[in-house]
């Protein structure tokens, strides 16, 4: 048995269930776009830390991390340092 718009998105209405199935097709548009942007961000966080040890550098500038920390928590509060945090750990690779 299939389920219906309604079912699926836990609306009461079918008025609210198409709002939810839009909304929601949005959000996977934007999901697939910010999962591009982080792909984009780890390549380009290879190449500094390439450079950077190449030139007898440490791979890690934890100055700079302190500050993507800062601008993420100034963005979107404290949530936002967790985000971050994440992100930083993706793109550090492997240590």
Same mark, same amino acid.
């Given at each position: 048995?299939?389920?219906?718009?309604? !079912?699926? #998105?836990?609306a009461r #209405? $079918? !008025?609210?269930? @198409? $709002?939810? #199935?839009?909304? &929601?097709?949005?959000? @996977?548009?934007?999901?697939?776009?910010?999962?591009?942007?982080?792909?984009? +961000? /780890?390549? $380009?966080?290879? $190449?500094?830390?390439?450079?950077?040890? +190449?030139?007898?550098? &440490?791979?890690?500038?934890?100055? +700079?991390? /302190?500050?993507?920390?800062?601008?993420?928590? @100034?963005?979107?509060?404290?949530?936002?340092?967790?985000?971050?945090?994440?992100?930083?750990?993706?793109?550090?690779?492997?240590?």
């Amino acid at each position: 048995m299939t389920a219906t718009a309604a !079912e699926k #998105t836990g609306a009461r #209405t $079918v !008025e609210a269930a @198409d $709002v939810i #199935t839009g909304a &929601r097709e949005r959000i @996977d548009s934007l999901d697939d776009r910010i999962i591009g942007l982080i792909q984009e +961000r /780890m390549a $380009v966080s290879a $190449v500094i830390q390439q450079a950077r040890i +190449r030139s007898g550098g &440490r791979r890690v500038n934890l100055s +700079r991390e /302190m500050e993507i920390l800062g601008h993420y928590r @100034d963005a979107l509060g404290k949530p936002g340092t967790a985000l971050a945090m994440t992100l930083l750990e993706l793109c550090r690779g492997k240590i």
